[in-house]
């Protein structure tokens, strides 16, 4: 390793807590093996957001440092406790496995409205399940501004509903099923002490309270990395720690080995929407923005599974090779086929999905409670109709092996790699195209977003962007929506810089 500058300072450090802004292709993970390398007598602990991080992680660092997820800390001390109990441990939890348990709340909740206050219930269970708080109450209630909600779901009711659903999560003799979120809650409430003298705490942009908390309850030296611009999980609990974290020492990495100032620059012009003064640095070779080369293999990176499912079928059609990243029964399309099914009479496996009436009764429910991936379902079955089951055989027969990595690009290599923009993280490939499913950041009246009125989840949206947009090495092709926002952000360069500001 002949580390950059900025390398240095970091491996250096001996500060007990050290906070380090990572930018996309910065080299923060040669920086942590570094840092290892620099401090061989000490036990490390790297702590990875996810498993295919740890499994690189592992190959990657000296002797002295053991690469863990914190679900797997968990489940060795808790988890496998559910584990070996058949159909105990779950990955999801639907209203479905609670609904026969609320019956007494349901019987002056109308008949429409079951499924969602089921939904609420779990709601409010999964945002314990993500905290740092021992038990749960009143902070944790999900509830929406929904007419039906306003009118007969009780706050208290969900709130002692919840708390009775997690007692029975608990129980191993319980049918209601245990998530591997609930494993790592009781893990955190038990303030286990871990024997590492220096914890590597990586991606923590997309960490959570109760990991926070796991960490927080350790004496080792601690070092945080991550990027705030590339949190994309709050769906999933996550909160961003880095700006709430006080470090003895604070550095940056900005420069990106991974491609050049023209797909730099296309980062620092989403980042400026922001209003962060982070600024990337091209260190690669040089890239261009534009539309990609003719029969190449290239990375089709998506915000949600209809654009990848519509990109397959393209595929199919013009007999083009392609492949997914991960397992493709990971986007789901047994669930389209099952809202399939509901629509048009076949046989509905997935139990969620068959305890509603008709699609128009899921529609509603995804409305409702806006849940994007069932929208997506019905969007795409009502789209492609009785194809669907074809297709979906199609796809699932055609799809080349599955991309477990950044594969290099071998000489006649056509292949087109599907993923979402989720699963693209921490990934990098030649050629990228990003889909046009993605957020628009101008609205229909040619206005930017304002970010002042941004919500979170507005953010996270450009994070998603910003995330797809750094996968690029060398040729990097945007969607519309990306295209007319750099439009606005080149006129407004060349107004006065307080028109700037008016972002």
Known sequence: MNPTPEQERIIAS????????????????????????????????YLAFNKSIQTEAASKFPSNVKAVTTHALAYRDVGRDYGNVANKLQGD?????????????????????HQLYGGRVIET???????????????????????????????????ADAQRIWGMMQDVKSEVPMLHDGYLKLYQLKERPLPYGIILADEWQDTNPVTQAIVDAQSARKVYVGDTHQAIYAF???????????????FSLTGSFRF??????????????????????GLGPSSRIGELPKDVASAYISRGNVALFDRAVQALSSQQPFAFVGDIRGY???????????????????????????????????????????KSRCKVVTKYGTDIPRLIDQIERNALPPIVGSEPVKSGDRRV????????????????????????????DGKLLDITKASAADI???????????????SLQLCDGLLDYLEHVDELKQAPQSRMHAM
Do not use: C, W
């Open 125 to 159: 269970i999964k945002a314990f399940l993500v905290s740092s708080d021992p038990a749960v109450s009143t902070q944790h209630i999900a509830i929406g501004k929904a007419p039906v909600e306003r009118n007969h779901f009780d706050p208290r009711r969900i709130l």
């Open 332 to 374: 789901r399309f047994d669930q389209i086929l099952d809202v399939h099914n509901l629509t048009y009479g076949g046989q509905v496996k997935d139990a969620f999905i068959r305890s509603f009436a008709s699609i128009d009764e899921l529609s509603e429910y995804a409305e409702l409670i806006d849940d994007r991936e069932v």
């Open 260 to 281: 050049g100032e023209e797909v730099a620059q296309v980062a620092n012009d989403i980042l400026e929407i922001k209003r962060d003064d982070f600024t990337l640095r």
């Open 460 to 474: 996270e949206e450009i994070n998603i962007q910003y995330v797809g947009v750094t996968r690029a090495k060398k």
């Open 236 to 250: 999933r609990g996550a909160m961003n720690t880095m700006d709430s974290i006080r470090a003895d020492q604070e």
């Open 417 to 444: 790699i599907l993923m979402t923009g989720h699963k693209s993280k921490g990934l990098e490939f030649e050629n990228v195209k990003l889909a046009d499913d993605f957020m628009s950041l101008v609205d229909d």
């Open 14 to 45: 001996k500060a007990r807590v050290l906070k380090v802004k990572a930018g996309a292709g910065t080299g923060k993970t040669s920086t942590l093996v570094g840092f290892a390398e620099a401090n061989p007598r000490e036990r490390i602990l």
């Open 93 to 113: 939890m639907k209203p479905f496995h609670v609904q026969r348990h609320l019956a007494s709340s349901l019987a002056n909740v109308p008949v429409a409205a």
